[in-house]
T-cell receptor
Framework: QKEVEQNSGPLSVPEGAIASLNCTYS??????FFWYRQYSGKSPELIMF????GDKEDGRFTAQLNKASQYVSLLIRDSQPSDSATYLC??????????FGKGTMLLVSP | GAGVSQSPSNKVTEKGKDVELRCDPI?????LYWYRQSLGQGLEFLIY????????KSGLPSDRFSAERTGGSVSTLTIQRTQQEDSAVYLC???????????????FGPGTRLTVL
């Protein structure tokens, strides 16, 4: 069974700190990896995607992918209270269907 | 352009009734996906369409669930004889295609909150 694992949290960080969110996946054939943010009562919104090993930066967000270790992470620099949400890791495991982790709740305190 | 839209936003029904949920994908997106999310749970894949055909129906929980897509656009998810365990938020997403790369990025609609009494 294809699985995507995330720590449920909550991960608590002070405003201005770096938040590090981690995700592991079981299917070595996975090709594309996505991070979504979901505010309470809202639908998931895409933050960024990554396909190649290494880092990908977009503003305050950096996604890191290590296919050998089957590990993908999201770093949020200069965390803001508005970043408080649940962060979903999703992995494309074939036929374009995504397998989602259960999400990590991030709490950024002022 | 407009994003993915879903209707109704909320649906309350009695156990045993049938319900129909609608999804209108982003214009030009050929792939459409249905998920559901129960309270405090992750997203559960239900079915996806490429054009009007559904190559993967593996996530449908039972034969009470069905979905169709016509004209390569709007999709409806139908739940027959609803049960209380069907209560969840039903989310629809669409992507440009399934070819890989950034064209398979999925964008979500606002969801339909279904409550079965």
């Amino acid at each position: 069974q294809k699985e995507v694992e995330q720590n449920s949290g909550p991960l608590s960080v002070p405003e201005g700190a770096i938040a590090s969110l981690n995700c592991t996946y079981s299917d070595r054939g996975s090709q594309s990896f996505f991070w979504y943010r979901q505010y309470s009562g809202k639908s998931p919104e895409l933050i960024m995607f990554i396909y190649s090993n290494g880092d990908k930066e977009d503003g305050r967000f950096t996604a890191q992918l290590n296919k050998a270790s089957q590990y993908v992470s999201l770093l949020i620099r200069d965390s803001q209270p508005s970043d408080s949400a649940t962060y979903l890791c999703a992995v494309n495991t074939g036929y374009s269907t995504l397998t989602f982790g259960k999400g990590t709740m991030l709490l950024v305190s002022p | 352009g407009a994003g993915v839209s879903q209707s109704p936003s909320n649906k309350v029904t009695e156990k045993g009734k049938d319900v129909e949920l609608r999804c209108d994908p982003i214009s030009g997106h050929t792939a459409l996906y249905w998920y559901r999310q129960s309270l405090g749970q992750g997203l559960e894949f239900l079915i996806y369409f490429q054009g009007n055909s559904a190559p993967d129906k593996s996530g449908l929980p039972s034969d009470r669930f069905s979905a169709e897509r016509t004209g390569g656009s709007v999709s409806t998810l139908t739940i027959q004889r609803t049960q209380q365990e069907d209560s969840a938020v039903y989310l629809c997403a669409s992507s440009f295609d399934i070819a890989g790369g950034d064209t398979d990025t999925q964008y979500f609609g606002p969801g339909t909150r279904l409550t079965v009494l």
